[in-house]
């Protein structure tokens, strides 16, 4: 039997002691945030009093030694308070990382297209003095078009974290129930200004306020969400107000005085969770929120850094959700190991804050120094991919950057590094890039780029893409810089390629209608066959980056003599104009010209997509009569080669393999989140079956071989 005086849900404290509690706040050293936020957050403090040190004669309250905590991330440092909060407190916040690729970025140079929703872009909180200097604390701030924008901007952060459950191997709504909430949550202090003036009511005042101060979760986003959920009311309620219909009053409107509405919810949820049990009723919204009633939670109260407190928050549970068990989506994961990156480099002085806030999707590529005025959307685009690869790919005379970025993402010795390391770069740099674009596409269509480039680092020509795409016709060195480092990311955002994780045969209805073999290739095969037809890939290039300067248009196909003809370029144009045969080639044909240095990257000489083909040897083999016409090389030179390409091969190899069971790990999963009963039918089953059964027949008869052309022991 529930004990008739039982009142799980507290109530705010009284006006005088929450005032105690700010001001104890304000006089905590380390603490730096403005008096708002606080007066925004108190209300939901349970027992705000026993948290404070004894009042002393002379001295302030502060509070107390064993309630603050210092978090160091790798973008700096941050003071928090920990603290019993009503269970209904805090907001889903739009920043986070898990949903960023949810967003159009404020680095897209581009207009919005239809239906596109754009994310407010954050600055931290200041203010003039008195004596006209800034004054930077700790809180955020943005600027939104109005109520009804901020709160769809909360409510897609509801929806986005919503489709991304399917990550997750329980079911936190009912752990949260059973078992309430066992980690705390953290949570920043950010003000939301209206750029509308609010209509007035009829009786002359505003309708609503003209700006909003929420506690944003930082980490704990889906607990967060899902004690609203046990609540019944909405983030975007608790941060914009309660209507009064939800307080049990019979009138419109919302009430937006948390120590009001709060009251009067807490009333209801006790008298429901008394009479819940009295009257042998099935377990209500109380009974369920009970266990969530009181959470423990962190708030940023200060840091020595405010100008980087945002990159500093973020930074905060980066590394708890970029690896298993609750990993991001491939896109988001790669942005947030990006920026780990890039707050590294900030917080021990190797890149400035501005070009930071750039390259982390803060701030619009304009803010980059030494931006052309006038500059074109493609060109602003290019601006920025090209700046985060040079930071990600640091060459060997930023000593402290190779340092830092290996410490960063845990790397081995650069001459140590495997593909999968240099490919977590790739990855990174990719994604990132892709926040300049209208939508995401999958980081994985980058991983052109070589080992080396890790080793000795991306040394650009510093021209401008004018340059290069006016050149690439009759200049070999603009035309491959183009191809490695512009072409796959053009060409996904166009959907014209797309990293290769599909069926390895079967048939399918093409973009033009056409009943079509299905063409699985690499990205290096597509590169390879760009290389192999040099009018029309430069021709293509061009007419991208012209659709990306006139609104993000399909891109027109090219003819022959590289001009754009009045069909649209698809998929299917691409794989007929650059077919994945003339992506293919042996070693022997192979020019030294071919060959880069400096990190730029050249097309593979072996496609392990050619072991999608029956009876494919596992190298492709140098024709005879190749090797009788060959005087450029000595039997020597031809035997090294071949032993660091064998190498390099089998690298490749032991790479991709260990890719495959996270594969199908994350197959499974996808399909449960989609509620199917499978994640791949049978014919694609079988397919894959007999590959794989042919690779394993094929490497099973090579160390046997090896062995075979070694020295004694």
Request: glycine share 6%; net charge negative; proline share 7%.
């Amino acid at each position: 039997m529930i004990d008739a005086n039982a009142a799980p849900f507290h109530l705010p404290a009284p006006r005088d002691v929450q005032e105690t509690w700010v001001n104890a706040v304000l006089a905590t050293p380390g603490a730096n945030l403005p008096r708002a936020a606080l007066e925004a957050i108190v209300p939901f403090i349970v027992r705000p009093k026993e948290m404070l040190t004894e009042p002393t004669s002379g001295e302030p309250r502060q509070i107390a030694s064993d309630r603050l905590q210092k978090v160091r991330t790798d973008a700096g440092e941050l003071l928090v308070v920990i603290v019993d909060m009503h269970g209904i407190g805090g907001v889903v916040w739009e920043h986070n990382e898990r949903i960023s690729a949810t967003w159009r970025s404020v680095v897209d140079p581009a207009d919005a297209k239809h239906g596109v929703r754009s994310i407010s872009r954050v600055r931290p909180w200041s203010r003039l003095t008195e004596d006209g200097e800034e004054k930077v604390l700790a809180a955020l701030e943005s600027r939104v078009v109005n109520r009804e924008h901020l709160i769809a901007n909360v409510d897609a952060a509801v929806h986005a974290l919503q489709a991304r459950d399917g990550f997750r191997s329980y079911d936190l709504r009912e752990d949260l129930i059973l078992n309430g909430q066992v980690e705390p949550c953290m949570y920043v202090p950010h003000h939301l200004l209206l750029d509308e003036e609010p209509p007035e009511a009829l009786d002359g005042p505003p309708s609503y306020p003209d700006s909003y101060w929420g506690w944003m979760a930082v980490r704990g986003n889906n607990r967060t969400r899902y004690r609203h959920d046990l609540f019944e009311v909405t983030s975007s309620e608790v941060l914009t107000g309660i209507p009064f219909r939800k307080l049990g009053q019979d009138r419109e409107g919302l009430a937006v005085n948390p120590s009001y509405w709060l009251a009067q919810y807490s009333g209801l949820l006790n008298a429901e969770y008394r009479a819940a049990d009295e009257n042998s009723e099935p377990a209500g919204r109380a009974q369920r929120a009970a266990q969530v009633a009181i959470v423990e939670s962190h708030l940023v109260i200060g840091s020595p850094t405010p100008q980087r407190l945002f990159r500093i928050v973020q930074g905060s549970n980066r590394r708890d959700h970029v690896h298993p068990p609750l990993g991001f989506a491939p896109n988001d994961r790669s942005r947030a190991l990006g920026r780990s990156v890039l707050g590294t480099y900030t917080a021990h002085g190797e890149l400035e804050d501005k070009i930071a806030d750039v390259l982390t999707g803060l701030a619009p590529i304009t803010d980059l120094p030494n931006v052309p005025d006038g500059a074109s959307i493609s060109t602003l685009r290019d601006i920025r991919s090209m700046r985060l690869l040079i930071e990600l790919f640091p060459t060997k005379e930023a000593v402290k950057k190779r340092q830092l970025i290996r410490s960063a993402l845990s790397e081995p010795a650069p001459s140590q590094m495997s593909a999968s390391d240099v490919n977590r770069r790739v990855r990174a740099w990719s994604a990132l890039t892709s926040e300049s674009y209208p939508n995401p596409w999958n980081p994985r269509v980058a991983e052109v780029i070589k080992r080396t480039a890790a080793f000795n680092g991306v040394e650009l020509t510093g021209r401008t893409l004018v340059d290069l795409l006016a050149a690439a016709n009759t200049d070999d060195e603009a035309f491959e810089e183009l191809l490695a480092y512009r072409a796959p990311h053009w060409l996904a955002a166009f959907d014209l390629i797309d990293a290769d994780r599909g069926s390895l045969a079967g048939q399918k209805i093409d973009d033009e209608g056409t009943k079509a073999d299905r063409v699985r290739r690499s990205v290096t095969n597509s590169i390879t066959a760009m290389r192999n037809n040099r009018v029309i890939a430069v021709g293509l290039l061009r007419e991208i980056a012209d659709a990306m300067d006139h609104g993000d248009r399909p891109p027109s196909q090219i003819g022959p003599d590289g001009v754009p003809t009045a069909s649209r370029a698809t998929r299917a144009w691409f794989n007929r104009t650059f077919t994945k045969e003339s992506g293919t080639r042996s070693y022997r044909k192979q020019s030294a010209s071919e060959n880069t240095t400096s990190g730029q990257p050249s097309a593979p000489e072996w496609d392990p997509q050619d072991l999608d083909a029956p009876n494919t040897a596992l190298l492709t083999r140098t024709d005879p009569a190749d090797s009788a016409t060959d005087t450029e090389e000595s039997d020597t030179q031809a035997l090294e080669r071949l032993r660091r390409e064998f190498e390099r091969h089998i690298l490749m190899l032991a790479d991709g393999v260990g890719e495959l069971p996270e594969q199908l790990e994350e197959m499974s999963e996808r399909a449960k989140a989609a509620g199917l009963d499978y994640a791949i039918d049978a014919q694609q089953a079988n397919e894959w079956t007999l590959t794989l059964t042919r690779m394993l027949a094929a490497l099973r008869k090579i160390p046997e071989s090896v062995m075979s052309i070694s020295s004694p022991e």
